[in-house]
């Protein structure tokens, strides 16, 4: 039953308009929907039926035009409902019952700590009312809603409020009217008795925005930062694209239980409460910058997603990947442009990567699906953003500019494709993308290999650049890709002498040569500068110029790059010798590097402590056919304890300075300063000495802000020490009451590599405060073990394969959406040694055979599995 892109229709009928009603009471919801239908003639004739998607409702009343139909007068399938011959023009009321607190996969209309919440993208409407629940159907919505006034004080739709009372019983109405068409993907209710934090925005046309942030009260205090970021968000949009806010109410709802990050409804996004929730006591500075982030995000997609929309769900990266560019910018903007590009791409090099070398690989524009749910991934997101930023790159910022301008101008108020995009980008810049399109329908990390040689009497250097992506299910024969390289000479001096035609090199062929001449002898080069294109680059530099190159390129992620690609090598060398039991050294040029750059007085704090981070060991894994987890922990473990050895005075300085800082500061100096502090304090507890516990323990006990108190106790968690119960006490007494500390509590013991993390992972599955029905909760102890702990994880008897498992098939009868993601970590058994690999295919083989299994893991499954 998969779907596919090369099936797309338009519709064959439109609904202009949708009025609903809710009544909510506690048993069951009774929705009403009126619609004017209308056939589409360019698709449609007369014997053509209507068809609507229906899942689960249960309908009580249908009228067509004025005629009351009977059950035999409709057709009703299992997620259908039809009418097999209508006029070209009619109205049609449906009313069904739901029963949402019931309703624990959180998609449609569900309850979350008491209140009524709705989650519609990609296909949950339908779980709602009938209707044609796909994107290029828009639609002007109303929505009343009734409910008690005590139990649901709030009650909130998108656009307008346009009337409200009071009705009898204790109950009241409101009606909201959103002007703007949309589809059924963007329509959102919530009802509850919720607080509301208030603010107001002056856009650039002088329209002043009300902004309404509602949250339970009990968090009143932690919304300072959410509200602040939304108006920033609204300034930059204005500055950087021109985009000026449309409605005049903005309204942000934080919930706890929901699956994913938030929600960018037409005027009513719903937050996953981690992304609005917030004091310094309580929330870590990464957490601040990702709230930041996200409400940035679903801001942008107003423009980028609501008044530009998508013609079907295979072009999700059209929304997604230009709104994470746009989110990825603002942020880049606003702080260190450097430091979040480092970020990013470590994510998409852990994340992306792999997903992009396993079962579950698809094109940035996927060709089928079987449940959409499963392609939010980091294909459609993150590399869907690297796509755009290419672009960005080859055309330069003012000409992107003028064609994210004409792509507004041209589909303001329609439902569009990747093509419409790329076209217009064409159209804007007058240059030929032909090529580039493939980054969206080609699947799979390209390696571009680079070689040099210099000829040193000519003084002539040649670079030459080729390219190759690995074959894959989706396409055996793989082309070769417009490849945008930023590039940069320097000389041994480290003065920079590119020559300027050359700051950019565009490869479009499957190999290129480019000659320089006048070229020194001993220079070095800078290749795919800012990360210029998601690939995987081999070059054949020295140790000695990486050490170079992160001590002057001036281009700040290369700069951290090339110490990446130290480490890596450093670990490899390591690697190979445990496997052939030789006496482990590091290489003194590694401690010199580090030396170096922990006593550059011009060194960014942040960037240093990018720069002296290891990369963790999942990205380790990452660079080898077979993943030997063992001895990945270990190189990484020796590797940062003989680092520790040799610069612990260093370290020790950084610490002590940290105390200067308020921990209340949320400056980027104080962020900074606080991430450099911490990075120091895991080299010292890699020391694993009673002074350097003692150190970290203090550490805990004084912090003052979440950032270091979280930290440190990440640290205790993970050694053996007489203060890690004690600490974990303490932190727990402090902390139960609050939902998104207490996952924190939880992630910290789950991602531990000390001997009973498995068995203390067990028991806290049966920790009063552990829950199923939380996906913040689940994420915290069940994702952290799967997927960022490897080394318990892949523990050789495969004990943690069958816990997981169990755990699996158990959720997936609560959350489908939500086991879908936590299966995928099988998704890459083939990459461990023969043992692993047959251990983790029987558990993927049980999963598979269990009776009335989710679509969501059924996909997953199926695939990984190789069906
Ligand atoms: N559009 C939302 C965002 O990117 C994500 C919604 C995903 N929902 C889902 N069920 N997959 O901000
Ligand atoms: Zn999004």
């Known amino acids: 039953e998969p779907k596919y892109l090369k099936d797309y229709r338009p519709p064959a009928y439109w609904i202009d308009t949708i009025d609903l009603q809710f009544d909510l009471y506690e048993k069951e919801v009774i929705v009403t929907s009126f619609m004017k239908i209308q056939r589409n003639n360019e698709q449609a004739g007369e014997h053509t039926p209507l068809v609507l998607n229906c899942q689960d409702a249960d309908i009580l009343h249908v009228v067509a035009g004025d005629m009351v ?90 656009g307008n409020l346009v009337k409200k009372g009071k009705l009898e019983n204790n109950r009241h109405y409101v009606k909201w009217e959103d002007p703007f068409k949309k589809p059924s993907y963007l329509f959102a209710l919530v009802a509850g008795d919720l607080v509301c934090i208030k603010d107001t925005f002056t856009t650039c046309s002088g329209r002043e925005i009300d902004l309404h942030i509602y949250v339970e009260a009990e968090n009143k205090d932690k919304c300072g930062h959410a509200m602040a970021s939304l108006k920033q968000s609204m300034a930059w949009d204005e500055q950087r694209f021109g985009r000026e806010y449309d409605l005049d109410l903005y309204q942000i709802v934080a919930v706890n239980d929901f699956n994913m990050g938030a929600m960018e409804n037409k005027g009513l996004n719903v937050f996953n409460s981690k992304y609005v929730l917030a004091r310094p006591e309580t929330a870590t500075d990464q957490d601040f910058m990702n709230i930041q982030g996200v409400i940035g995000h679903e801001y942008f997609h107003n423009w980028t997603g609501n008044r530009v929309t998508l013609q079907n769900w295979f072009q999700l990266s059209l929304k997604e990947g230009l709104t994470v560019f746009r989110d990825q910018e603002f942020t880049a903007d606003l702080n260190s442009r450097a430091v979040k590009r480092i970020s990013d ?99 799979g990390t390209p390696r571009v290999t680079v070689r040099r040689t210099y000829n040193e009497k000519r003084r002539q250097l040649t670079i030459k650049i080729a390219q190759t992506t690995p074959p894959d299910h989706n396409q055996q024969q793989k082309k070769a890709l417009h490849i945008p390289i930023k590039f940069g000479l320097l000389d041994k001096n480290g003065k920079d002498i590119t020559p300027p035609e050359h700051h950019l090199l565009e490869l479009k062929s499957l190999e290129k040569e480019w000659v320089f001449d006048d070229i020194p002898s001993e220079t070095v080069p800078s290749l795919f500068r800012g990360f210029s294109a998601p690939v995987i680059m081999d070059t054949d530099l020295t140790c000695e110029e990486l050490s170079f190159l992160m001590a002057h390129d001036n281009d700040a992620f290369n700069r951290w790059d090339a110490a990446q690609q130290l480490y890596f090598r450093e670990i490899d060398t390591l690697i190979s010798g445990l496997q052939s039991h030789a006496t482990p050294t590091v290489s003194s040029h590694v401690i010199n590097a580090l030396e170096k750059a922990l006593k550059d007085p011009h060194m960014d704090r942040a960037l240093m402590a990018k720069t002296i981070t290891l990369p963790d060991e999942n990205e380790i894994g990452e660079k080898y056919e077979i993943i030997d987890v063992d001895a990945i922990h270990s190189a990484r473990q020796f590797l940062r304890q003989s680092i520790a050895k040799e610069l612990e005075g260093l370290f020790m300085e950084i610490i002590d300075s940290g105390s200067a800082v308020d921990p209340k500061d949320l400056s980027h100096n104080a962020m900074a300063h606080r991430s450099l502090v911490n990075a120091a304090l895991s080299y010292v507890a890699a020391l694993e000495s009673p002074q350097s516990q003692e150190i970290i323990y203090q550490h805990f006990i004084s912090s003052g802000n979440m950032t270091r108190e979280i930290f440190s106790l990440t640290l205790l968690c993970d050694m053996t020490s007489p203060f890690t119960g004690p600490a974990l006490e303490q932190f727990y007494e402090k902390w139960h009451t609050d939902p998104l500390v207490m996952d924190k509590w939880f992630s910290v013991q789950a991602g531990a590599t000390v001997p009973g993390t498995l068995d203390k992972i067990k028991s806290l599955c049966r920790h009063p405060d552990f829950t199923w029905k939380n996906p913040n909760r689940i994420r915290s102890l069940i994702g952290v073990f799967g997927m960022t702990n490897p080394f318990v994880f892949h523990q050789a008897d495969g004990a943690g394969y069958q816990f997981f498992a169990d755990k699996v098939i158990d959720l997936d009868k609560i959350n489908p959406q939500i086991t879908a993601r936590m299966v995928s970590v099988f998704n890459r058994y083939k990459r461990y040694d023969a043992r692993r690999r047959e251990l983790m295919k029987n558990q993927l083989k049980r999963i598979h055979d269990v009776r009335g299994l989710s679509r969501d893991v059924y996909e997953i499954v199926s695939r990984a599995l190789g069906e």
């Open 69 to 158: 139909l009977l059950p035999g007068e409709y057709e009703r399938g299992e997620d259908y409902f039809k009418l097999n011959r209508v006029p070209e023009q009619f109205t049609l009321e449906i009313k069904n019952r739901l029963t949402p607190q019931n309703n624990t996969s959180l998609e449609g209309l569900y309850k979350s700590s008491g209140t009524f919440c709705t989650q519609c993208e990609a296909e949950g409407f339908r779980k709602i009312t009938c209707f044609s629940d796909r994107p290029d159907v828009m639609s002007r919505f109303s929505c009343i809603i009734t409910a008690d006034e005590n139990k649901y004080p709030v009650l909130l739709s998108n």
């Open 345 to 443: 791409v470590k994510n998409l090099r852990t994340l992306q990567f792999p997903e992009d070398a396993g079962p579950m690989s698809h094109p940035v524009r996927p060709e089928s699906y079987i449940e959409m749910n499963n392609f939010y991934t980091m294909t459609v997101y993150e590399k869907g953003a690297e796509v755009i930023r290419m672009i960005h790159e080859i055309l330069g910022r003012e000409i992107f500019r003028k064609g994210m301008d004409l792509y507004f101008h041209r589909f303001d108020g329609r439902a569009v494709t990747t093509e419409d995009f790329i076209q217009t980008m064409e159209d804007a810049a007058g240059v030929d993308l032909s090529r580039f399109r493939l980054w969206y329908s080609q699947s």
